[in-house]
């Protein structure tokens, strides 16, 4: 069965929330049912230059079709014990990717699903050895809530057992929003990442968000992989 690629690659660390500066090695997928404005990975859906990148990206550059068997091999060649498995949303393609995950456990990896929690999870990948890192978007994002917020999709993560909830954050608005989806689909536990493609953007949101993030109980993650290498791609 084939799977819709952007790119795979590694060793990097996990950048954000509960596995930061883990070692992992990414499997990049292609295509997204959002258009988050601000998009760090434009390049895995906007075909029009819509994003603040304003660039139209070429689908038959960013787009592979990639046999599961050999995306399970080329994961364990890069020889981690952590896989990443981002876009794009990745659970628009989470039927074709059983294979890969039955793959990548049997080999004893562990697998973190980076999902915008727009798509309900099927029952058979929710499995122990995966994770599942929500990211929903607030208003800032720019789509509207009726296609950012999908109850059903937030009702079931929230019931998984091994999940986290990232929100990309600039201001105590964004944490009161925050705090209103806690409460409407009861979502825990609850990371805040400060907004930023740049070292001054994310030290800024970092600093003016931290004490009202511990004041809420929510924990704090910085965004490593920028930190270290900018917005550079595949690392
Ligand atoms: S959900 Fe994620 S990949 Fe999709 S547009 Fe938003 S930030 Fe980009």
Known sequence: MSIVVNEIFGPTVQGEGPSAGRQCVFLRLGGCNLSCHWCDTPYTWDWKGTSDEKTAFDPRKELHNRDAGEVVEELLALGTGLVVISGGEPLSQQRRLRPVLKGLLEAGVTVEFETNGTVVPDDE????????????????????????????????????????????????????????????FGISPIWIMPEGKNVAHISQHLSSLADEVVRRGWNLSTRLHVLAWGDKRGI
């Open 125 to 184: 990948i929710i499995t122990p050895g995966v994770r599942f890192n929500v990211s929903p978007k607030l208003a800032h994002a720019g789509d509207p809530a009726s296609k950012r917020i999908v109850p059903a999709a937030l009702t079931k993560l929230a019931q998984t057992t091994d999940v986290a909830f990232k929100f990309v954050c600039r201001t105590t608005d964004d944490l009161d929003e925050v705090g209103t989806l806690q409460a409407d």
